[in-house]
């Protein structure tokens, strides 16, 4: 990680993938921090929630409530600034619990999801921080891909990697590209008039280049088709997704 002037710190990223302890039952016990671990197995994401055999089994196998535990360690500077936990997939009801505060649920398995996790920390040298996770695994009607007929397995678990990012509290945390027809772009003011002036200009332009070269039918054609591939180009927009948290006061708690 390296620094710019002040306070504009560079994005971390930090892979949580090693280490966590898992549980194929859930129990309430499961969610506070001095909970004896010793019955969970150690496991690295991603990770199945049940193997199965090849052929003839019941799909209850891997229908069913886990559980996921992690220690993560934390750094006293993260206190000033946003700590993000994101799952690129846990199928398939996923309810996200720091130091044993509920966080989040997200629904649907096939989506990754992040939480803003900062407000929950300990950042005292030494004090102890629990991520856990309840992971139902089990078909839901109103939970996709649930809800009507599917043909295929829907296996349950943290199934892709898990990162934390911690970034200032005002932070670019997403950004779209979107393409509009040019067409519906100068439907209004001068923009119309500028396209049909290059329409024109490039098709004269063309016709004369080429009026030597092939007969006079040829270049009208291609004018005229060349000037609907030019009304069918595409602009680009970059829209940036700003999330500002420093007034916020669910992340600045008294």
């Known amino acids: 990680m390296s ?17 966590w302890l898992y549980s194929p039952s859930f129990s309430q016990e499961m969610i506070k921090n001095t909970y004896d671990e010793r019955s969970m197995l150690e496991v690295r994401l991603p990770h199945t929630n049940a193997e199965t055999p090849f052929h003839y089994f019941d799909e209850s196998m891997y229908q069913f409530v886990s559980c996921y535990r992690k220690h993560i ?13 994101t799952f690129d997939g846990a199928a398939h009801v996923a309810t996200v619990y720091v130091n044993e505060q509920p966080v989040t649920t997200h ?86 008039n500028e396209y049909k002036e290059y329409s024109a200009q490039h098709s004269a332009e063309y016709s004369a280049e080429h009026s030597a070269e092939y007969p006079a039918e040829h270049s009208a054609e291609y004018s005229t088709e060349h000037s609907t591939e030019q009304k069918a180009e595409h602009s680009w927009t970059v ?16």
């Open 73 to 85: 360690p934390v750094k006293p500077e993260w206190k000033d600034r946003q700590v993000n936990v």
């Open 107 to 192: 629904y649907g398995g096939y989506t990754a999801f992040s939480a803003d996790i900062g407000p929950y920390l300990t950042y005292e040298p030494g004090e102890d921080n629990v991520l856990t996770v309840v992971l139902d695994s089990r078909e839901t009607s109103n939970v996709p891909p649930f809800g009507n007929v599917i043909d295929y397995m829907t296996y349950g678990g943290i199934y892709r990697e898990v990162y934390l990012e911690i970034m200032n509290k005002t932070a670019i945390i997403d950004v779209f590209v979107q393409t509009k027809m040019l067409e519906r772009e100068t439907k209004k003011g001068h923009k119309k």
């Open 239 to 254: 829209l940036l997704q700003i999330e500002s948290t420093v007034d916020d006061e669910k992340r600045n708690p008294d």
């Open 3 to 19: 620094a710019d002037k002040g306070d504009n710190m560079m994005r971390e990223r930090i892979s949580i993938n090693n280490k």
